[in-house]
């Protein structure tokens, strides 16, 4: 069992950067992939960014490719996710997830824990 908590949420100017952070209790940490996903009103959740269990693989949706970067501190049972150049549309609840696929996965399915989600909202 993992929990995960999520924050460093906010309201921030279009242009301007947020770090987000997912802290993971257990001792299992290192064993799962992570991954962020965001949900914006009135639309589905959608992937945003993926590590692998030790951080040396990464994946990004195309639309944060460039400007959002995902890391994790598998000694802190932590996972980071820095948004930059964050624009209007990137408003939304993001989540963090840890998931026990063999691979970086990118689909919400495949992970089974999920934090409560923090909300970063970017104005114009």
Do not use: H
């Not at 693989?57 to 959002?68: L, M």
């Not at 501190?73 to 549309?89: G, I, M, R, T, Y």
């Amino acid at each position: 069992q993992v929990q995960l908590v999520e924050s460093g949420g906010g309201l921030v100017q279009a242009g301007g950067s947020l770090r987000l952070s997912c802290a993971a209790s257990g001792r299992t940490f290192s064993s799962y992939v992570m991954g962020w996903f965001r949900q914006a009103p009135g639309l589905e959740r959608e992937f945003v960014a993926a590590i692998s269990r030790r951080g040396f693989n990464t994946r990004y949706a195309e639309s944060v490719k460039g400007r959002f970067t995902i890391s994790r501190d598998n000694a802190k049972n932590l996972v980071f996710l820095l948004l930059n150049s964050l624009q209007p549309e990137d408003t939304a609840v993001y989540y963090c997830a840890a998931g026990g696929t063999p691979y970086v996965a990118i689909r919400g399915t495949e992970y089974d824990y999920w934090g409560q989600g923090t909300q970063v909202t970017v104005s114009s």
